[in-house]
């Protein structure tokens, strides 16, 4: 039996969550999907340069789920920069930081 699936926690969501290439037009564009966990993870190991284990530790997650993460994000933003796609931001189970417990966001959209 599978562990159970822990919401991430994250600090907000982003201000702009859709980028694509510049001169093509979005409908002849691929699109890749980044949630909002992935982006976060971004946010705090490349913009932050949070240490793995105290980024995983403001999301609520383990060490280990946090470098599944990353990794599965930044594979997503390579493949949108060396591919020319675009790259749409949306989904995941997420919880807002700064809520209250009975008062989480939780958004389940976008996960297989």
Do not use: H, W
């Amino acid at each position: 039996m599978p562990r159970p699936f822990k919401c991430r926690r994250v600090r907000c969501k982003p201000d702009t969550n859709y980028f694509k290439p510049r001169g093509l037009p979005v409908d002849a564009l691929e699109e890749v999907l980044l949630t909002v966990d992935e982006f976060e993870a971004v946010r705090l190991a490349d913009l932050e340069g949070l240490y793995q284990e105290d980024a995983a530790k403001k999301m609520n997650i383990s060490r280990q789920t946090f470098g599944n993460i990353i990794e599965s994000a930044r594979k997503k933003i390579s493949d949108c920069l060396v591919n020319a796609k675009a790259l749409k931001i949306d989904g995941g189970t997420v919880r807002m930081a700064g809520m209250a417990r009975g008062q989480s966001r939780e958004r389940q959209r976008g996960r297989p």
